[in-house]
């Protein structure tokens, strides 16, 4: 076609994704060029806006290394990360959900650890928290035989693959659910931190004036065949972030209540424990489907120095 005019552009561009033979590939094609042509003519994208915006895609991949992916944290950032984590489950997008963000810090090969165990590998600072964790089926039908790898920050903020003090492992575990879908572990009540802000999303970030925190959470990795394979993050119901997640990972159904306890006047279930310690109790439902794992974002730990941790503050 002999372009005319710029109406004429998107239709030609719709006319050749039209020639693809593969069906799902020629829908998702199509409507990401009718969405970006729109995008284009609602923003009145001028040509130096334009290059400007090929710059900051172009910054995405060459920040994006073996342990850090910029673009998956750029989606995170604006929101599509979530939106497809929703889309995706709950009946695809009709009902509530326990499915969350897989995150940049899941590896494989946590070690077993039997019910009731404790995922601290390493001396951590911290209060105690004993957690238990149910999962069932979308009947309410506990799913026995489960596996279920957990993981989560310490209270500085750091996976132990970010932190060479930390021990290998330490903070991680894989647990079976019993015959009542349960899982009980013992840990440190995790922190909240902030996302990296040295790259192009640091500076999306700052140019809206939000902050780069991610509130407190524990992950969850729940699989079994016959059942899709389910992420999770649990989010503590005291973390002042919670409303303002970096990320916009935090949904009703994955607000976990920490328990605040003193050992003085209710013992902890591991009678060495004194003081201040936490309890939580979560609940999770998987569905139905093919259960699979992904390729591990990261596959080692890191050596050197810690790196820093920028906290940047949200505009009133």
């Given at each position: 076609m002999i372009i005319k005019n710029q109406e004429d552009v998107t239709r030609a561009v719709l006319a050749e994704a039209a020639r693809a033979p593969d069906a799902r590939f020629r829908e998702i094609l199509s409507a990401g060029i009718r969405h970006l042509h729109a995008f284009a003519r609602e923003a009145r994208l001028t040509e130096t806006e334009f290059h400007q915006l090929c710059g900051v895609i172009a910054r995405l991949g060459q920040a994006t290394t073996a342990s850090h992916n910029e673009v998956v944290l750029a989606a995170g950032s604006l929101g599509l990360s979530s939106l497809v984590c929703l889309l995706n489950n709950g009946d695809n997008?009709?009902?509530?959900?326990?499915?969350?963000?897989?995150?940049?810090?899941?590896?494989?090969?946590?070690?077993?650890?039997?019910n009731g165990g404790s995922i601290v590998r390493s001396p951590t600072p911290g209060d105690p928290v004993f957690v238990q964790a149910w999962v069932r089926d979308r009947e309410g039908r506990p799913v026995a035989g489960a596996e279920v790898d957990v993981?989560?920050?310490?209270?500085?903020?750091?996976?132990?693959?970010?932190?060479?003090?930390?021990?290998?492992?330490?903070?991680?575990?894989?647990?079976?659910?019993?015959g009542d879908g349960r899982?009980?572990?013992?840990?440190?009540?995790?922190?909240?931190?902030?996302?990296?802000?040295?790259?192009?999303?640091?500076?999306?970030?700052?140019?809206?004036?939000?902050?780069?925190?991610?509130?407190a959470h524990i992950h969850f990795m729940i699989y079994k065949p016959g059942f899709k394979t389910q992420f999770s993050q649990v989010y503590s119901s005291d973390d002042p972030?919670?409303?303002?997640?970096?990320?916009?990972?935090?949904?009703?159904?994955?607000?976990?209540?920490?328990?605040?306890?003193?050992?003085?006047?209710?013992?902890?279930?591991?009678?060495?424990?004194?003081?201040?310690?936490y309890s939580m109790d979560h609940h999770f439902v998987i569905e139905p489907g093919e259960a699979g794992l992904p390729r591990p974002p990261i596959t080692g730990k890191a050596d050197g120095e810690r790196p820093v941790l920028k906290v940047l503050a949200r505009r009133p």
């Open positions: 997008g009709q009902t509530e959900t326990t499915a969350n963000l897989m995150g940049p810090f899941w590896r494989m090969g946590s070690p077993q650890t039997p993981w989560h920050s310490s209270t500085e903020g750091f996976y132990e693959n970010q932190d060479p003090s930390q021990g290998d492992m330490n903070l991680r575990g894989k647990f079976t659910t019993d899982i009980a572990f013992r840990s440190i009540k995790p922190a909240g931190y902030p996302i990296p802000v040295t790259g192009p999303v640091g500076e999306l970030i700052q140019a809206q004036g939000r902050h780069n925190m991610r509130p972030n919670l409303e303002t997640d970096v990320q916009f990972g935090v949904t009703q159904a994955l607000v976990g209540q920490y328990v605040l306890h003193d050992s003085a006047a209710e013992p902890a279930p591991d009678p060495g424990v004194r003081g201040r310690w």
